[in-house]
Nanobody, 120 residues
Framework: QVQLVESGGGLVQAGGSLRLSCAASGSTFTINAMGWYRQAPGKQRELVATITRGGSANYADSVKGRFTISRDNAKNTVYLQMNSLKPEDTAVYYC??????????????WGQGTQVTVSS
């Protein structure tokens, strides 16, 4: 199994920045892609950004140009640099790791989440 622990959330004013970290432990050699998802109150969990082991990243349209995902495979850690934060970015941010099962299916492992609150 894989355990994921997020850190770096907090309260920030609109226009500010935060850097989230997610440290993976356990069977980290099995991890394929990692990413960040978020869930605001009353809303469905949504993808924010993902990154492959080789460093290929993709982003939700709402965060393109503002957020940057990166990965340090040696440290088994994924980061999310969030700039130009907006109140609508307020959510619990969850780290995700994908473990292959079969050819076309993957298990998802999740961290406990870290709260990001952006004030107006």
């Amino acid at each position: 199994q894989v355990q994921l622990v997020e850190s770096g959330g907090g309260l920030v004013q609109a226009g500010g920045s935060l850097r989230l970290s997610c440290a993976a432990s356990g069977s980290t050699f099995t991890i394929n892609a990692m990413g960040w998802y978020r869930q605001a109150p009353g809303k469905q969990r949504e993808l924010v950004a993902t990154i492959t082991r080789g460093g290929s990243a993709n982003y939700a349209d709402s965060v393109k140009g503002r957020f940057t995902i990166s990965r340090d495979n040696a440290k088994n850690t994924v980061y999310l640099q969030m700039n130009s934060l907006k109140p609508e970015d307020t959510a619990v941010y969850y780290c995700n790791a994908k473990i292959p099962r079969g050819l076309l299916y993957e298990y998802d492992f999740w961290g406990q989440g870290t709260q990001v609150t952006v004030s107006s």
